[in-house]
Nanobody, 121 residues
Framework: QVQLVESGGGLVQPGGSLGLSCAAS????????MGWYRQAPGKERELVAT???????IYGDFVKGRFTISRDNAKNTVYLRLNGLKPEDTAVYYC???????????????WGQGTQVTVSS
């Protein structure tokens, strides 16, 4: 009923920048929290950043001011700007949204398919 489609990953050199986006479509009544998570090979999935529908944000400790999350509520889209990328930022990045669909009184979590970010010289 709800699909999340990510775009914007790729290969970048250390110190470079990338922009990720994730758009939701389907039977959407409302979206509350949106976020980005990442998973590197052999590691657990970890929080990168989240943003509420009021614009409040939370970042993972490793971000240290390098990444910026934002959202466009009219487009049901969340963005992640990654600056100052390091090799240790290499991972698959997943978007997440808490969505209430038409006909339901509760919300559920939906995930994108993941987009690879590789930081290497």
């Amino acid at each position: 009923q709800v699909q999340l489609v990510e775009s914007g990953g790729g290969l970048v050199q250390p110190g470079g920048s990338l922009g990720l986006s994730c758009a939701a479509s389907g039977s959407i009544f409302s979206v509350s929290n949106m976020g980005w998570y990442r998973q590197a090979p052999g590691k657990e999935r970890e929080l990168v950043a989240t943003i509420t529908n009021g614009g409040s944000t939370i970042y993972g400790d490793f971000v240290k001011g390098r990444f910026t999350i934002s959202r466009d509520n009219a487009k049901n889209t969340v963005y992640l700007r990654l600056n100052g990328l390091k090799p240790e930022d290499t991972a698959v990045y997943y978007c997440n949204m808490r969505v209430r669909t038409w006909g339901l009184s509760t919300s559920n979590d939906y995930w994108g398919q993941g987009t690879q970010v590789t930081v290497s010289s």
